[in-house]
């Protein structure tokens, strides 16, 4: 993320909720909040975490400088009075973050109602932080999860991520990269997201390069001595057929040097006929090697039909559809609480109610673990840390379903203890590793069982039943 501080990035409400803690003298009380979503996006069947890298820096730089202090003083109410008391941001400029914070590790496959992050501290921190780490956490997840459905969809090819130039400006691009490089794509075309965070970048030219140059040829002539071992020319700026026997004479030459031409990327027109016709073309000019790489709004589903077509491409270029999630722009994630210590330091659960079933949340200090058969995964039991036994879940499906504690694992790692980082964070290739081998391992994602443990299902419906 390009600020480096980015406590302000709240929503007014949260501050003044902590107002009003902190006038109530609740502020301190300790309270444990989940950061979640309800549904799968893309009317799929698979989520990918992601983000979590940027919350960790986000919470690490969390306090109130004395230019946030100065600008909150002059936040003023209905009555034009000032909206904050002295006192009150004197307290946020001394305050110190606390919390505990556990969180599902990014490249995890994850289910709807799991937490991906468990807040757990002092009320008005607790907080004050949602907002921020909604905005990280549902974007980066989106983009990580849209990338793995194409990347799923080229099955095996190349995919490269494009999207800087269409993204939510320089922080959504930035983000973009870094999490669809975490959800599968091979490598980026930005530049910046390539030096921060070790992505591998890669591009090739635009029309603009052919059409500053009397002819294609001399334009693809003149790239090809500037960097004869990198080598894509995008041969569709005037007339295909004739660009790609135009990149074949240029490949011909590069191989007289030494060189070998990359391949030729198409960007418009129909790219199933053209991929075949640029093959053959290929091929019989003695390049069976070069790459057809195709761009132009591709998504999962046009990869899909033109991998069903035999389309010849196998390097992906994919930008906009991606780095925007362009048919559903927005992660649904909620942060939700679900305890509050009461005035005899006991758990006080708490769940929220809807007339939309989805919409009601899990009380407890919630857990998931993910019961694994010879480290294949089996089914994902919500449980509340407090209750010890744990031997059976209500699947979503009302299914009763027993299970072993000792075949499981924790889905929720520990990340922040008294508001240290204690975390060892992976390399983004190992992430990104992660991402692939989860895909691998839930072959059956369609069916994949997800639910309660049975005591914390009984918990809710207690509490469901008192606030009715």
């Known amino acids: 993320m390009i600020a480096p501080n980015l406590t302000l990035l709240t929503d007014l409400y949260q501050l003044t909720m902590a107002y009003g803690y902190w006038k109530k003298g609740m502020g301190q009380r300790e309270s444990v909040f989940h950061l979640f979503f309800r549904r799968h996006p893309f009317k799929g069947n698979h989520t990918i975490a992601c983000g979590l890298q940027n919350a960790i820096e986000y919470l690490k730089n969390l306090n109130f400088g004395k230019e946030d202090i100065a600008y909150l003083a002059t936040i003023k109410s209905g009555d034009e009075k000032p909206l904050?008391?002295?006192?009150?941001?004197?307290?946020?400029?001394?305050?110190?973050?606390?919390?505990?914070?556990?969180?599902?590790?990014?490249?995890?496959?994850?289910?709807?109602?799991?937490?991906?992050?468990?807040?757990?501290?002092?009320?008005?921190?607790?907080?004050?932080?949602?907002?921020?780490?909604?905005?990280?956490i549902n974007f980066s997840t989106l983009i990580a999860t849209k990338a793995s459905r194409i990347v799923r969809a080229a099955a095996g090819d190349t995919v490269l991520e494009f999207g800087l130039r269409r993204a939510q400006g320089p922080n959504g691009?930035?983000?973009?990269?870094?999490?669809?490089y975490i959800g599968g794509c091979h490598a980026t075309s930005n530049v910046l997201a390539g030096k921060m965070y070790d992505i591998p970048v890669?591009?090739?030219?635009?029309?603009?390069?052919?059409?500053?140059?009397?002819?294609?040829?001399?334009?693809?002539?003149?790239?090809?001595?500037?960097?004869?071992?990198?080598?894509?020319?995008?041969?569709?700026?005037?007339?295909?057929?004739?660009?790609?026997?135009?990149?074949?004479?240029?490949?011909?030459?590069?191989?007289?040097?030494?060189?070998?031409?990359?391949?030729?990327?198409?960007?418009?027109?129909?790219?199933?006929?053209?991929?075949?016709?640029?093959?053959?073309?290929?091929?019989?000019?003695?390049?069976?090697?070069?790459?057809?790489?195709?761009?132009?709004?591709?998504?999962?589903?046009?990869?899909?039909?033109?991998?069903?077509?035999?389309?010849?491409?196998?390097?992906?270029?994919?930008?906009?559809?991606?780095?925007?999630?362009?048919?559903?722009?927005?992660?649904?994630?909620v942060y939700k609480l679900a305890a509050i210590?009461?005035?005899?330091?006991?758990?006080?659960?708490?769940?929220?109610?809807?007339?939309?079933?989805?919409?009601?949340?899990?009380?407890?200090?919630?857990?998931?673990?993910?019961?694994?058969?010879?480290?294949?995964?089996?089914?994902?039991?919500?449980?509340?840390?407090?209750?010890?036994?744990?031997?059976?879940?209500i699947s979503f499906s009302a299914e009763n379903i027993r299970f072993?504690?000792?075949k499981g694992k924790l889905l929720l790692q520990p990340i922040f203890r008294k508001g240290k980082c204690i975390y060892q964070q992976p390399s983004i290739h190992d992430i990104r590793k992660r991402t692939l081998c989860q895909l691998d391992l839930f072959d059956n994602i369609e069916n994949y069982p997800v639910g309660l443990e049975k005591e914390l299902h009984e918990l809710k419906n207690r509490l469901i039943a008192t606030k009715k």
């Not at 027109?269 to 000019?285: C, H, I, N, P, V």
């Not at 694994?372 to 089914?379: H, K, L, S, T």
Request: net charge negative.
């Open 404 to 406: 072993s504690k000792d």
């Open 202 to 333: 890669k591009g090739t030219h635009a029309h603009s390069w052919v059409m500053c140059f009397d002819s294609e040829l001399e334009a693809f002539q003149t790239y090809a001595d500037a960097m004869p071992g990198n080598c894509i020319f995008l041969v569709d700026t005037y007339d295909t057929e004739e660009g790609v026997a135009n990149a074949i004479k240029m490949g011909q030459s590069l191989r007289k040097r030494g060189y070998e031409m990359a391949g030729i990327r198409l960007d418009s027109g129909d790219l199933s006929a053209l991929g075949k016709l640029s093959r053959q073309m290929l091929d019989d000019a003695g390049f069976p090697n070069a790459k057809i790489v195709a761009s132009n709004d591709l998504d999962e589903y046009r990869i899909h039909n033109l991998k069903e077509k035999d389309s010849k491409i196998t390097v992906w270029g994919v930008g906009t559809r991606l780095a925007t999630a362009f048919d559903e722009p927005a992660l649904g994630g």
């Open 173 to 180: 691009a930035i983000s973009a990269s870094r999490a669809a």
């Open 84 to 136: 904050f008391s002295d006192d009150f941001l004197d307290y946020l400029l001394k305050m110190e973050f606390q919390c505990d914070v556990d969180a599902v590790p990014e490249g995890t496959l994850v289910f709807p109602h799991q937490p991906l992050l468990r807040i757990k501290g002092p009320l008005i921190q607790a907080q004050l932080i949602e907002t921020a780490l909604l905005n990280i």
């Open 341 to 393: 210590r009461d005035d005899n330091q006991q758990w006080d659960y708490k769940v929220k109610l809807s007339e939309q079933a989805i919409k009601v949340s899990n009380p407890g200090i919630l857990n998931v673990l993910r019961i694994e058969n010879e480290d294949r995964p089996e089914a994902d039991v919500i449980f509340n840390e407090e209750f010890p036994s744990l031997q059976h879940m």
